[in-house]
């Protein structure tokens, strides 16, 4: 399981993540916190959920533990479970009940990876309860005022065998993002590479001819993250066509013909 901690900044706002809102996601999620409601988080790979979630844990003050789901995951990792220590059996917080003693926000990356019957945990946490059952413990914890639950996951991944059942999804206000706005994701790519506009608007309309041939053989397409990724090796001096082939094109398919196909693509723009 794969676990981080990050805490706001206490400074000023321009320590804040780097995010360009896409449409009123920053307005629910504000309202959610209030509120004190679970959020849920859907869109597709490299669209900005991850960024989204420590600029707004940034913006509200509140620690961040973020946990990257798979299909191993037990409840036990998430709650907490009894560890040997020098001779003696000690008890030792999961990310979850840490999360909920801090008051900072849990977020769950990618939960359809997780086994159904972990989830089963988070519906006493999403619902007006606010509560966790430690049955190791014979206790119920109860959430600290800041605690908020934030689950993501990609639909295009989902299937019979993964998918959050209605029972569960109809605990969370749900935000769906997609790949940015031309403009908007020309400004994140400049931002985060520190390429000129120029280069960023070049990789951003490949991008797009790339995301036109979703449904071709081409499993994924090209990310926001991707994009970034070309265009940082551009800041360090890489010729497009190298940039290009290492940062999207190889990430993308090991399929030859795909492969063939997208560098084809890449030499139309290039001309």
């Known amino acids: 399981m794969s676990v981080s901690l990050h805490r ?9 993540p780097y995010y360009l809102p896409q449409a009123h996601e920053q307005t629910v999620f504000d309202a959610a916190a209030q509120q004190r409601l679970a959020v849920l988080l859907k869109g597709p790979t490299g669209c900005g959920k991850t960024r989204f979630v420590e600029h707004m844990a940034a913006r509200l003050q509140r620690p961040l533990i973020t946990v990257a789901c798979h299909e191993d995951l037990s409840a036990s990792d998430l709650v907490g479970r009894h560890l040997l220590s020098g001779g003696d059996t000690v008890w030792s917080d999961g990310p979850l009940t840490r999360a909920m003693r801090q008051g900072a926000i849990c977020y769950l990356d990618e939960i359809v990876e997780a086994r159904q019957d972990t989830t089963v ?43 959050m059942k209605p029972s569960t999804r109809q605990r969370f206000v749900a935000i769906e993002l997609g790949y940015p706005a031309r403009e908007l994701e020309q400004r994140i790519v400049a931002h985060e590479s520190g390429v000129a506009a120029a280069d960023a608007a070049w990789l951003v309309t490949l991008g797009q001819a790339i995301r036109r041939l979703s449904g071709s053989g081409l499993r994924e397409v090209a990310s926001t993250r991707v994009l970034v990724a070309a265009a940082r090796l551009l800041a360090a001096g890489v010729p497009r066509d190298i940039a290009v082939d290492a940062a999207i094109i190889q990430p993308l398919s090991d399929d030859a013909e795909m492969v ?8 139309q723009y290039l001309a």
């Open 121 to 163: 945990v988070l519906h006493s946490l999403s619902d007006h309860r606010r509560q966790l059952p430690i049955d190791r413990l014979g206790i119920t914890l109860e959430a600290a005022p800041g605690f908020m639950l934030v689950v993501s996951y990609n639909p295009g991944y989902q299937s019979v065998l993964k998918d």
């Open 8 to 16: 706001p900044p206490e400074s000023a706002s321009s320590e804040v």
């Open 260 to 267: 063939a196909s997208l560098r084809a693509l890449l030499a």
